[in-house]
């Protein structure tokens, strides 16, 4: 029997580097990632049986890389492999195409483990967390958590380019669209959040998570 092929996508070399070494001994390894842009890239090109990705990426982050992929048919398994435990990222994961859910400070025991769940067609989420998200679901019933829904999925790319550092030049130039749509996304944004200043919109972009403080 063929084994399962994994992709990886970790901007962290030497976390990367633990992690593959950990599973090519179980799972053909076909291929390492540092950004979300390339992960999407690959992912198209190899199709592999799961996605072992951090949320916070370069470039473009693991929630919308995974979306992307989704919304163009790549049917590979999603492990989401983070530090973040907040329940609103952990309810968005899965509402974006996880199967599972992992923390990297229990990746050693458990991420072979939620390999070897979700092909089996389960879902997994760690225990350090599971519990909390239950409760949390239960609360809040079918209502969708107030995590990035008032942007749009081109909204969230422009943005996290924007905290990147990235010039409006730079941002169109990455996305493929020109510069004055590119600001005109920024100032939808603005309106939208209500935001006066560039520094405004990047603190939005570290409160939901799309880069890191």
């Known amino acids: ?11 962290h070399a030497i976390v990367a580097e633990g992690l593959q070494s950990l599973l090519e001994g179980t799972f053909e390894f076909v291929g390492r990632v540092s950004d979300g842009r390339a992960l999407v890239e690959a992912a198209k090109r190899l199709s592999p049986s799961v996605i072992v990705a951090d949320i916070s990426m370069p ?10 992929l989704k919304k163009d048919g790549v049917r590979s398994k999603i492990v989401f492999l983070t530090m973040h435990s907040d329940r609103n990222l952990v309810a968005e994961a899965f509402r974006a195409g996880a199967s599972a859910y992992v923390l990297k400070q229990s990746a050693g025991e458990e991420l072979v483990q ?7 067609g389960r879902t997994y989420i760690t ?3 599971a519990n909390d ?40 130039f990455l ?6 749509t590119a600001e005109s996304h920024k100032y939808e944004m603005m309106q ?13 972009a570290i409160k939901i998570n799309l880069v890191s403080n």
Not at 150 to 162: A, F, G, K, N, P
């Open 59 to 68: 470039l473009l982050n693991g929630l919308d890389a995974v979306r992307l």
């Open 192 to 204: 939208s959040l209500g935001v006066q200043t560039t520094a405004e919109l990047i603190r939005h």
């Open 114 to 120: 939620a390999i070897e769940q979700i092909l089996a």
């Open 175 to 180: 996305l493929g669209i020109s510069t004055r």
């Open 1 to 11: 029997m063929s084994r399962a092929s994994i992709l990886l996508a970790d901007d």
């Open 133 to 172: 998200l239950i409760s949390f679901l239960v609360e809040a019933g079918k209502e969708p958590p107030k995590f990035c829904v008032e942007l749009t999925t081109r909204q969230r790319e422009v943005l996290q380019l924007i905290a990147e550092g990235k010039t409006m030049k730079e941002v169109a």
């Open 127 to 129: 225990p350090l967390i």
